[in-house]
T-cell receptor, first 110, second 112 residues
Framework: DAKTTQPPSMDCAEGRAANLPCNHS???????VYWYRQIHSQGPQYIIH???NNETNEMASLIITEDRKSSTLILPHATLRDTAVYYC???????????FGTGTRLTVIP | DAGVIQSPRHEVTEMGQEVTLRCKPI?????LFWYRQTMMRGLELLIY????????DSGMPEDRFSAKMPNASFSTLKIQPSEPRDSAVYFC??????????FGDGTRLSIL
């Protein structure tokens, strides 16, 4: 599976959009981009995933570049409860071994 | 909807004791996964099952670790004998067909 690169940490003001980047330059044609987050003392929480088209759900939006070598997770109106470690993972549909890496620690500031 | 349920949430025991961690997957999910998370190694897959059958146990660290899934709604991860280096947070996850994995809130294990 392709590996990903994320910034180790980011800050975002409460109420503003949080844009979390991820590079996955070695992604294969059949690999999806998955985003999870882990709030302190909880298990990883699935957020969103996509193959090539942009995706949106009630939690976030996922923007994937046309060449699929990078993506951005957007939390449109960040709240304090969005403070967490965000993981970008690439893998085939129904991937069984998710490689979480070190993720981006997002801190939402009041 | 009930998510993945793990028990206990916290376990503290002495070295050499047997430890049993439990997991109830989301109803209808046919895959079940056991992960371990430590500061040093992050989140690692230990073993996963499909339709109650172990498919890949290559992540199980040693013979001291064993996992079973006697039915579609229950799985256990056992460590016998336990050692201090087994201290970690153990997560269970489940999924159905080609959908993403959903995780429980984990068991924080401390071996003294």
């Amino acid at each position: 599976d392709a590996k990903t690169t994320q910034p180790p940490s980011m800050d975002c003001a409460e109420g503003r959009a949080a844009n979390l980047p991820c590079n996955h330059s070695t992604i294969s044609g059949n690999e999806y981009v998955y985003w999870y987050r882990q709030i302190h003392s909880q298990g990883p929480q699935y957020i969103i995933h996509g193959l090539k088209n942009n995706e949106t759900n009630e939690m976030a939006s996922l923007i994937i570049t046309e060449d699929r070598k990078s993506s951005t997770l957007i939390l449109p109106h960040a709240t304090l409860r969005d403070t967490a470690v965000y993981y970008c993972i690439v893998g085939q549909t129904g991937a069984n071994n998710l490689f979480f890496g070190t993720g981006t620690r997002l801190t939402v500031i009041p | 909807d009930a998510g993945v349920i793990q028990s206990p949430r916290h376990e503290v025991t002495e070295m050499g004791q047997e430890v049993t961690l439990r997991c109830k997957p989301i109803s209808g999910h046919d895959y079940l996964f056991w992960y371990r998370q430590t500061m040093m190694r992050g989140l690692e897959l230990l073993i996963y099952f499909n339709n109650n059958v172990p498919i890949d146990d290559s992540g199980m660290p040693e013979d001291r670790f064993s996992a079973k899934m006697p039915n579609a709604s229950f799985s256990t991860l056992k460590i016998q004998p336990s050692e201090p280096r087994d201290s970690a947070v153990y997560f269970c996850a489940s999924r159905v067909m080609n959908q993403p994995q959903h995780f429980g809130d984990g068991t924080r294990l401390s071996i003294l």
